[in-house]
């Protein structure tokens, strides 16, 4: 995982710009997946970014993570599903279920911006 440096924090790719070449070849409705705010919240160090909190992160993240979903929907995604796979990593990694219980907030902070008809169309992936 890459270490972030510096803020702000912003995508260089929306996972909407993968829905324009899908569309050329999709004849059912299509699902466009996303990584979710935890797994990216991995990006910041464990020290303190000179002028850059791991709160102004956060924010950012979670800006960003929003952008992302509402342009998949506006690009015409039929539903957006966040890949979870650090769950399980949390999981094996901390026993106590604190870290599991901060990936899970964090992601429920970015589904709260939505409305209840958009997070229908939003999903949550695990791997198995």
């Keep these: 995982m890459p270490r972030l440096t510096a ?3 912003r995508f260089k790719l929306y996972a909407d710009q993968y829905l324009d070449s899908a569309k050329q070849y ?3 409705p299509l699902k466009q997946a996303v990584i979710s705010p935890s797994a990216l919240s991995l990006m910041y160090p464990a020290e303190d970014i000179p002028d850059y909190t791991r ?3 956060i924010d950012d993240l979670l800006n960003e993570h929003e952008t992302e979903i509402r342009r998949c929907f506006e690009k015409g995604a039929y539903k957006v ?4 796979t650090e769950g399980r ?5 901390d026993r106590t279920g604190e870290l599991l219980n901060s990936f899970i907030g964090l992601n429920n902070l970015a589904l709260a911006r939505f409305s209840a008809e958009d997070r229908k169309r939003i999903g949550i992936h695990t791997a198995r």
């Design 89 to 93: 990593f949390a999981v094996k990694l």
């Design 7 to 9: 803020g702000p924090f």
């Design 81 to 84: 599903q966040i890949d979870f």
């Design 26 to 28: 999709a004849h059912l």
């Design 55 to 57: 709160q102004q992160f």
